[in-house]
C-alpha cells in the first residue's frame, strides 16, 4: 500500500542573509504554481536578517498556510540547513530552491509532476535559463556550459545507466543541482550520510544514488530561472573553489569506503585512486581501464566546442514580471 502524502510537492528556500527583494521575488513564483498541492519551507541559516516576519505577511496577502520556517540560529553550512528544512517536509516530491532563484513559469511544478507520475521516475532534471541581473533587469545568459552536456544519455525512453554513472562520476559532466526533481524519502535517505562529511557539497546525493542504480532521467522542459555566478558552486572565488576541491575529495573517500562491491564502483576507486596524476594522466589511464569513459569525455569536449551546449535564452518575461514586480524584467 502507497504512502498517504499530504502535499505532492514540498519546495524548500534555502536561505542565508538573502537580500528581501529577490527571497519574495523567489517565494512568489512558488506561491503562484498552479493545480499543484505544495508546501513551502524556508530554512535559514544563521542570517542576521531572515525576513521571517514580512514572509509571513507574503503568505497572508496569498491566504497560503501550508508553510514551515526554520529559523537555525547559528551558520550550520549548506548540508546541515538542507537537511534541517527537509526533514520537515510532507509532499511526495521535492524541489530545492535559493532566493534568487525562481521557478520557469506557473504551471512548471504541475507539468513537471506530471511527467514524474506518467513515466513513474522517482528522480529528474529539466533544463535551466541562465542570468545575471542589471539595473533590475533580468539579462540572459548565451551560456556554453550548459549542464549537462551529455543530455541524450538522459533521454527518459533510451536512458544509458553505465554511461550516466561514467559521465557524472568519471568525465565529470555534472548535472546543476538548482535543476532537480526527485522524491522526497530518498533525497533524506540519502542525506543523512553526508550530514556530518560536508558542509556545501549536499548535492552530491543524487549522483550516490546513481550508484545504487537510481535513474535520473532528463525533463525536457524549462524549469529553472538561474543566476549564474552567485552560488557556491559556479562562483570564481578561489577560497570557494579550494573548499568545493576538498570536500570532492571527501565524497570521493565516502565511495571508496563503501560496501559497494559492483563494478562500476571498483573502477571508481581506482579512478579516485589516480588523484595525484595531471590531467594529461588521468585521462591516459582512464583510457586504459575505462575505455567508454574516454570516449565519452572526447564528445563531451567536442560538443563544446562546437558550440553546441549554449543554453536557451528565451524565458517568459511576463512571468518574471509578475514574481519581480518589475514592468520589464529583460531587453
Given at each position: ?18 537580500k528581501y527583494d529577490e527571497l519574495i521575488a523567489t517565494l512568489r513564483s512558488i506561491l503562484l504554481q498552479k493545480d499543484v ?55 511526495e516530491f521535492f524541489k530545492g530552491i535559493s532566493p534568487g532563484d525562481y521557478l520557469y513559469s506557473a504551471d512548471t511544478l ?89 558542509k556545501y557539497m549536499e548535492d552530491a546525493l543524487y549522483r550516490i544514488m546513481l550508484l545504487d542504480n537510481i535513474e535520473t ?115
Open positions: 500500500m502507497s504512502k498517504a502524502y499530504k502535499y505532492e510537492v514540498s519546495v524548500l528556500v534555502l536561505s542565508y542573509n538573502p498541492k505544495k508546501q513551502i519551507i524556508i530554512a535559514d541559516d544563521g542570517s542576521k536578517e531572515n525576513w521571517f516576519g514580512r514572509v509571513e505577511e507574503l503568505f497572508a496577502e496569498y491566504g497560503f498556510k501550508d508553510y514551515v520556517l526554520v529559523g537555525n540560529e547559528v551558520n550550520l553550512g549548506i548540508t546541515k540547513n538542507f537537511y534541517s528544512g527537509i526533514i520537515k517536509a510532507e509532499g504541475k507539468k513537471w509532476l506530471d511527467f514524474m507520475r506518467k513515466t513513474g521516475r522517482d528522480v529528474s532534471f529539466g533544463d535551466a535559463v541562465y542570468f545575471r541581473v542589471e539595473d533590475d533587469k533580468i539579462i540572459p545568459i548565451e551560456h556554453n556550459q550548459n549542464r549537462p552536456r551529455l543530455l541524450p544519455i538522459y533521454n527518459e525512453k533510451k536512458y544509458r545507466r553505465e554511461a550516466v554513472k561514467k559521465s557524472c562520476w568519471m568525465i565529470p559532466d555534472f548535472i546543476l543541482g538548482a535543476t532537480y526533481f526527485a522524491k522526497t524519502e530518498l533525497v533524506v535517505k540519502y542525506c543523512e550520510p553526508l550530514l556530518d562529511k560536508v532521467v532528463h525533463y525536457p522542459e524549462k524549469v529553472f530561472m538561474y543566476e549564474y555566478g552567485s552560488g557556491v558552486s559556479t562562483t570564481k572565488n578561489s577560497k570557494w573553489v579550494k573548499i568545493m576541491d576538498e570536500e570532492k575529495k571527501i565524497i570521493e573517500k565516502l565511495i571508496t569506503d563503501s560496501s559497494r562491491n559492483d563494478s562500476f564502483t571498483k573502477k571508481l576507486r581506482k579512478y579516485f585512486s589516480r588523484e595525484r596524476e595531471t590531467d594529461r594522466q588521468r585521462n591516459i589511464s582512464t583510457a586504459l581501464s575505462c575505455p567508454s569513459a574516454f570516449i565519452w569525455k572526447l564528445y563531451r569536449i567536442y560538443l563544446i566546442r562546437s558550440g553546441r551546449c549554449f543554453t536557451d535564452t528565451k524565458f517568459d518575461k511576463d512571468f518574471m514580471n509578475l514574481i519581480r514586480g518589475t514592468e520589464n524584467a529583460g531587453n
